[in-house]
């Protein structure tokens, strides 16, 4: 099943069913009760909404050889990769969904940069799970797109403006639930078009079973609860006009355009 | 007017004003359309809630020059302080109640340490705001204790597990809406009943009027949003069967006991 949110013209924001070009409105939520209804729309006819709002919005960060890699490269330092599946945060402000505008400030310099990341959504309360047990809570998955200021990821003191200035976290389009092993899934990142990397989630240091066992072993996941995965490979600066696509084939496709803040 | 959330026997949870000793039931939210009650009862018969579960949990993190030297003291360095108002997160799964119970995990070391704060709760989206309109979008204040285990926040790459185990944030009792002036609240710790420590929200590095301003250039601030504004001065262990409370007045005491988690 394709779990979507998206809103029919002035209606109110709904749940849906991605079923081929068209979306079934469905009462109620992947979260908690719900039942299909009869309405239903053209998928072209729809704006898509986030395809959940979380709770809490987790994030592995660093978490694949390459990328890790290649930025420590950028600022001339030896790589060093984690030791421990140690999970950061984002923020909801910075949500916004598939197709919706990436805007980047007037004041951030050129190093405004995707990230192309799978995003894990869970469905059912989650505390001290072992990596055996751990898929069972995940709802589906779906995909992230981590937009950053480098300048402002290396010198500020937290990543509060690098992360989650408005609009830097587009999530979506939907939430695919039949995903049996995330280990084989593939990420593939396109700037206008051009293929800029392809990584697999099976290269992450850390699995997403590994990432959620240990995660829960302190914390209570709750549905609806997102972890985004982290990204690999070299990133470039997008700038004003250009659209970057991050496809999870079995998932869907990301897409958002870019646009510069005039002042 | 003093803001809660709280449950009447197997109701579903519900917003309140707190009078005197009475709650008056409100159907609606502080946060959009609401309607008082004719539905009463004695504060004490109550069950609170945590007054908000923010859509996004802010916190100043290093805020108070007491705080920043004598976390330094003991790692024997110079103390550095933030050069500007970087805002850090804390997350949801971690918010307890006034009178709930702060839960050691067996694996935490001795160092689990409270830090009593006070907590700025937005009632209107703000973006881009000056610092002298600031306090315009605030709905009112609340306490927390952003509980702390210091091996984990020294070794962890984030502050996950050391600021967000399950049962770390103790947040209310309530949201106090009639402060006018935050630069005058003072906040006393208390452990065991024995004053631990009291400071002035005056003497923070960074105020309350300058972190929203600073913060709103870049996040659009929604209603319900929490900042935590950080704590000043020296903090303690706290141990199975101690009893933490933080006071300002003019809110109110948050109280909350401690117990370790038996294996």
Request: one cysteine or more; glycine letters at 8%; aromatic letters at 10%.
């Amino acid at each position: 099943m394709r779990w979507c949110r998206f809103q029919w013209g002035q209606n109110q924001p709904t749940y849906g069913l991605v079923e081929g070009d068209q979306v079934v409105a469905v009462e109620g939520s992947p979260f908690g009760e719900h039942r299909r209804t009869f309405e239903t729309h053209p998928l072209a006819d729809v704006r898509l909404l986030v395809p959940v709002v979380p709770p809490v919005f987790y994030a592995a960060g660093v978490n694949f050889r390459e990328h890790i890699t290649e930025m420590a490269k950028i600022r001339a330092v030896d790589p060093t990769f984690p030791p421990n599946a140690d999970v950061g945060y984002r923020a909801n402000n910075a949500l916004i969904a598939d197709g919706e505008r990436i805007v980047i400030p007037h004041d951030a310099t050129e190093q405004v940069q995707y990230e192309g990341e799978l995003v894990v959504v869970f469905g059912k309360p989650c505390h001290r799970v072992s990596e055996a047990e751990a898929l069972d809570y995940v709802l589906g998955y779906t995909i992230g797109n981590d937009v950053s200021e480098r300048s402002w990821q290396r010198d500020d003191r937290t990543l509060w403006r690098a992360k989650n200035t408005d609009t830097f976290k587009p999530m979506g389009p939907w939430i695919e639930t039949e995903i049996t092993e995330p280990d084989d899934l593939k990420v593939t990142i396109r700037l206008n078009g051009r293929e800029v990397y392809t990584y697999g989630i099976g290269d992450a240091i850390f699995s997403v079973r590994h990432y959620i066992s240990r995660m829960s072993q302190y914390m209570t996941l709750m549905p609806g609860d997102v972890l985004w995965m982290g990204t690999d490979g070299p990133t470039e600066n997008m700038k004003d006009g250009d659209v970057v696509e991050i496809e999870v084939p079995g998932i869907g496709v990301l897409r958002n355009p870019v646009v510069r803040e005039r002042v």
